[in-house]
């Protein structure tokens, strides 16, 4: 059963901009920060941005200025707006978050990952 489900990747040109949604189909357990983490081919798996349930915001040093992580706890989405995108920016991006499935019990889920490709 799929519980985190990342939408809005594609192939934009470098400058561009790119607006990736997750929406997860239980509540977002509140006691922990959700985040966004990409892999590029080759590479590890690296934390791009992470938000907690009051709002506060950690980013990556390679994307701050230029990528804002935004949560909707009400609708249980959390999206990421990527502008002046660049080519090293390419990568599988994954939502991750603690969802609540049952009375005090949460688990942590990854999404399936969505592709966003920079390049001219």
């Known amino acids: 059963q799929v519980q985190l489900v990342e939408s809005g990747g594609g192939l934009v040109q470098p400058g561009g901009s790119l607006r990736l949604s997750c929406a997860a189909s239980?509540?977002?357990?509140?006691?922990?920060?959700m985040g966004w983490y990409r892999q590029a081919p080759g590479k590890q798996r690296e934390l791009v941005a992470t938000?907690?349930?009051?709002?506060?915001?950690n980013y990556a040093d390679s994307v701050k200025g230029r990528f804002t992580i935004s949560r909707d706890n009400a609708k249980n989405t959390m999206s990421l707006q990527m502008n002046s995108l660049k080519p090293e920016d390419t990568a599988v991006y994954y939502c991750?978050?603690?969802?609540?499935?049952?009375?005090?019990?949460?688990?942590?889920?990854w999404g399936q990952g969505t592709q966003v490709t920079v390049s001219s």
């Open positions: 938000i907690t349930s009051s709002g506060n915001t």
């Open positions: 991750n978050a603690d969802l609540w499935v049952g009375p005090g019990l949460f688990n942590n889920y």
């Open positions: 239980r509540r977002f357990f509140s006691g922990n920060a």
